[in-house]
């Protein structure tokens, strides 16, 4: 028998525990405190789960949304398949999503909860991913979205955003110019700011990629789950998933979070190296992995938190270690854009003969020797280039 | 219980009966017909789908091929979602596959089937979608595959083929003079012509598109499948897979299939209006809907046979109404590619309320008022331009 959750739950501050209803459409606390979804003791229906949708909506039991306004293009249930490379490494591809990237997991709730809603115009910000799901999610619930995204943002992004009848605006600068540009539009009257960083509902949309590879592995997780972190939406939603799971008795143990950023734009690793609890900005240079470039994510205290927590830790690739990945997964038969093989590069690091080793550090020996989930979250039709022309 | 079948079953000459073992890699009968593979008795284990894989795979039972070689990417299982603008219109989103597009099914079991004989070259020819398939599964499989294509072929497609290795040879001229030229490559000794339109394998692992709306619409099948024609594979597919159902007494009658042409490349719609029961070359035009605009299908007679036996028949569109509807796909939050808009553009058509009636056109009247299956095979991205810039 399904839980009977309560739907639409509050948004409450992280910093001072104020809480908002959802219909206040707030995006972001008075103190400046991002968001969170009050508890709702979600309660997963296992036994019927052979005969669910062949979609995330199998997790509905767990989402705190209603059904009746589901906004959905099927999304969800997507290939874990063994890398060709190591046994016991998975990859998870949800770059076989609607719009071609993970976002759609999130973009869908929060589509659904517009639509119950009634609102009747959406913004987002994003560095193209975020921003091609809201564009079709919410044109698919028939509602207008503004997509503010850097005016550099890959064309084949651009051409979905396009496609989907988005307003796009494109924003000189870099991806904190767009984000504060959003921030100024998100202030208007009756506006959803349908923001994957602040609003809370999309990384419960974004925790059935945990959900799902716990029901394809068999019902059990690995050692290691990988995580590209920029804004940290996937740590958080994995996070998110692997404590529902636990409290609901349907796993003894959560996997080590690994998270992977880009050496050009690393500000958690950095924070995780030096052992702070929160994130300060730090220099950046350009990087091929452009969907984490991220150089001040709002929710770092989290990300450090959620990480610290696992037992997992934060590592950095750079932009050759990427474009090798990058072809390493084609071959493999599977295109992903650069930032998608972020995380594949830092695994084949870790196990290169002669990496350095820490046996002290067990997230990286998990990471060297354990079970290990790989998310590839974004085609490599997005960015249109092969990775290098191998033709002989 | 499983059916114990004929693993690699031989393959038969469709037009003097001549049978040649696969391990001949014969791929045309030295009279010149088609092949087909001889009858092997699939049997379904129903009872054991709520358990299988999440892929096509959880149809291994009907597949002619081993499953210790299998080479998969997860490939299969696509969502079906309703049409936001017809609740008795379900788009079959085949784009969502590995290399985003439906010919994934064949590649598997060709590449499988390659593995398996211990093939060292594999060869194929396409207008694109069928080389990024083969470059990916043969890339999955470890064999090196030559892949020829028009020189004109989308950059999407092509930069999909160079990442996965694929040996790519750009051919002048039309996609007849790419056929002619894979031919000649095709004879040499040693080599599995990877065909999709010749090796009948292929149309083996296209069926299990058949067998996924029969079990994602609750075990029954629609009034009317579309498909969009060019060398026919899909058609092929789905009316393998409606014939197996129905001998298994999985399904009482089959849908019609109603096939879709572009009017710029029209031959088998020619020859259907004409009551032929083969095709002749036509006169052609450049159309946006590069995928099916095959001016001498090679598979022709079988086409016509299997759409006259499904009670159904073939239409046309053109460019203009095809942009119409990769618009409003994409404004229902699915862009694809024109290709794959071609039937969404004909039930649009069929059901504009000014459009010709005739009562005494079964097929048509059941376009027009049945329960109706769209595939959507190819995505947007892999031709990378939006079908029209619709921000405000």
Same mark, same amino acid.
Not at 53 to 60: G, I
Not at 147 to 165: D, E, N, R
Not at 206 to 234: A, H, S
């Given at each position: 028998?399904?839980?009977?959750?309560?739907?639409?739950?509050?948004?409450?501050?992280?910093?001072?525990?104020?809480?908002?209803?959802?219909?206040?459409?707030?995006?972001?606390?008075?103190?400046?405190?991002?968001?969170?979804?009050?508890?709702?003791?979600?309660?997963?229906?296992?036994?019927?789960?052979?005969?669910?949708?062949?979609?995330?909506?199998?997790?509905?039991?767990?989402?705190? /949304?209603?059904?009746?306004?589901?906004?959905?293009?099927?999304?969800?249930?997507?290939?874990?398949?063994?890398?060709?490379?190591?046994?016991?490494?998975?990859?998870?591809?949800?770059?076989?999503?609607?719009?071609? @990237?993970?976002?759609?997991?999130?973009?869908?709730?929060?589509?659904?909860?517009?639509?119950?809603?009634?609102?009747?115009? #959406?913004?987002?910000? @994003?560095?193209?991913?975020?921003?091609?799901?809201?564009?079709?999610?919410?044109?698919?619930?028939?509602?207008?979205?503004?997509?503010?995204?850097?005016?550099?943002?890959?064309?084949?992004?651009? %051409?979905?955003?396009?496609?989907?009848?988005?307003?796009?605006?494109?924003?000189?600068?870099?991806?904190? %110019?767009?984000?504060?540009?959003?921030?100024?539009?998100?202030?208007?009257?009756?506006?959803?700011?349908?923001?994957?960083?602040?609003?809370?509902?999309?990384?419960?949309?974004?925790?059935?990629?945990?959900?799902?590879?716990?029901?394809?592995?068999?019902?059990?997780?690995?050692?290691?789950?990988?995580?590209?972190?920029?804004?940290?939406?996937?740590?958080?939603?994995?996070?998110?998933?692997?404590?529902?799971?636990?409290?609901?008795?349907?796993?003894?143990?959560? *996997?080590?979070?690994?998270?992977?950023?880009? @050496?050009?734009?690393?500000?958690?690793?950095? %924070?995780?190296?030096?052992?702070?609890?929160?994130?300060?900005?730090?220099?950046?240079?350009?990087?091929? #992995?452009?969907?984490?470039?991220?150089?001040? *994510?709002?929710?770092?205290?989290?990300?450090?938190?959620?990480?610290?927590?696992?037992?997992?830790?934060?590592?950095?690739?750079?932009?050759?270690?990427?474009?090798?990945?990058?072809?390493?997964?084609?071959?493999?038969?599977?295109?992903?854009?650069?930032?998608?093989?972020?995380?594949?590069?830092?695994?084949?690091?870790?196990?290169?003969?002669?990496?350095?080793?820490? *046996?002290?550090?067990?997230?990286?020996?998990?990471?060297?020797?354990?079970?290990?989930? /790989?998310?590839?979250?974004? @085609?490599?039709?997005?960015?249109?280039? %092969?990775?290098?022309?191998?033709?002989?």
């Amino acid at each position: 028998m399904a839980g009977l959750i309560a739907l639409l739950p509050d948004l409450v501050c992280v910093v001072c525990g104020t809480t908002y209803p959802v219909t206040s459409l707030t995006w972001r606390c008075r103190c400046g405190g991002v968001l969170d979804v009050t508890a709702f003791g979600p309660h997963l229906d296992v036994a019927a789960l052979p005969d669910g949708p062949t979609s995330m909506w199998r997790y509905a039991d767990v989402l705190p /949304v209603p059904l009746d306004t589901r906004v959905s293009l099927g999304e969800g249930l997507t290939p874990l398949v063994v890398s060709s490379a190591h046994e016991d490494v998975w990859l998870k591809c949800d770059f076989l999503m609607p719009t071609a @990237s993970f976002k759609d997991r999130g973009a869908a709730v929060l589509a659904t909860t517009a639509k119950r809603l009634g609102v009747n115009q #959406a913004i987002v910000d @994003s560095s193209g991913n975020a921003g091609t799901a809201a564009a079709a999610y919410f044109a698919r619930a028939g509602i207008p979205v503004q997509v503010l995204v850097p005016a550099a943002t890959s064309p084949g992004k651009l %051409a979905q955003m396009y496609a989907h009848g988005a307003n796009v605006v494109l924003v000189d600068g870099d991806r904190a %110019a767009t984000a504060a540009a959003a921030l100024d539009a998100a202030e208007r009257p009756g506006v959803l700011y349908a923001s994957h960083v602040y609003h809370p509902y999309f990384v419960h949309g974004v925790k059935t990629y945990g959900y799902e590879i716990w029901e394809q592995l068999g019902r059990w997780l690995p050692d290691v789950v990988m995580v590209p972190v920029g804004n940290g939406t996937l740590v958080l939603g994995c996070a998110l998933a692997f404590a529902e799971l636990y409290a609901q008795g349907l796993i003894d143990r959560a *996997p080590r979070i690994v998270a992977v950023q880009s @050496s050009s734009c690393a500000p958690l690793a950095q %924070a995780w190296a030096a052992g702070l609890d929160e994130v300060t900005a730090v220099p950046t240079r350009p990087t091929i #992995a452009e969907g984490i470039a991220i150089t001040a *994510p709002p929710r770092g205290p989290q990300i450090l938190a959620a990480i610290r927590g696992s037992g997992g830790t934060i590592v950095t690739v750079d932009d050759d270690q990427v474009l090798q990945a990058q072809t390493d997964l084609a071959a493999q038969g599977l295109f992903v854009e650069p930032t998608s093989a972020v995380c594949y590069a830092a695994v084949e690091h870790a196990r290169t003969a002669g990496a350095p080793r820490d *046996p002290d550090d067990e997230a990286l020996e998990a990471l060297r020797t354990g079970e290990v989930v /790989v998310p590839l979250c974004g @085609s490599g039709l997005k960015t249109g280039k %092969a990775p290098q022309h191998v033709g002989t």
